[in-house]
């Protein structure tokens, strides 16, 4: 399979359908899943543009539920599941919470900070240090974003005219 394990598999299909319902609100479509183990903690679709809040990513969303959730702002022993690498932000959260690991899928060539821009959580600075999976469902992460910003082109050209 890969080295993509069933449970990795699941929470990340978990995420893709929140990135779906956050692609019907009008909002880019990045989804993310909280769990510790197989237990799901939390799940959130991008909202800030719904939420009029720069902060409302998916990932952020999902720390906020199961911190309240848990009843405490550590989350350790957890992993996020996000279908979009993480922005400077999001990896900052995810490290606050002392999350142990996150799985993504989607690459983030322009502002992904596990990797692809940005080291943050490997790169040694920090005193905590998280283990990365990317490229998990990667081919769907990636469709669905490519998806909603040709439809969002289509629709401004449309109304842009000739």
Sequence with gaps: ??????????????????????????????GAVLAQ???????AANRPIAASDPTAHAEILAIREAAIKTGNYRL???????????????????????????????????????????????DDLLNHQLEIT??????????ILKDFFRKRRARKASENGP
Excluded: H, W
């Excluded at 197989?38 to 799940?43: D, I, N, Q, S, Y």
């Excluded at 502002?111 to 821009?117: C, H, L, P, V, Y």
């Excluded at 990317?134 to 469709?143: D, F, V």
């Design 134 to 143: 990317n490229g998990i469902l990667e081919a769907e992460c990636s469709q």
């Design 37 to 43: 183990g197989e237990m799901l903690l939390a799940a």
């Design 76 to 122: 350790p022993e957890t992993t996020l599941y996000v279908t979009l690498e993480p922005c400077i932000m999001c990896m900052g959260a995810i490290l606050q919470a002392r999350i142990q690991r996150l799985v993504f899928g989607a690459l983030e060539p322009k502002t992904g900070a596990a990797g692809s821009r940005y080291t943050i959580g490997t």
């Design 1 to 30: 399979m890969n080295g993509q394990s069933t449970i990795d598999l699941a929470f990340m299909r978990l995420a893709l359908e929140q990135a779906r319902q956050a692609a019907e609100a009008g909002e880019v479509p990045v």
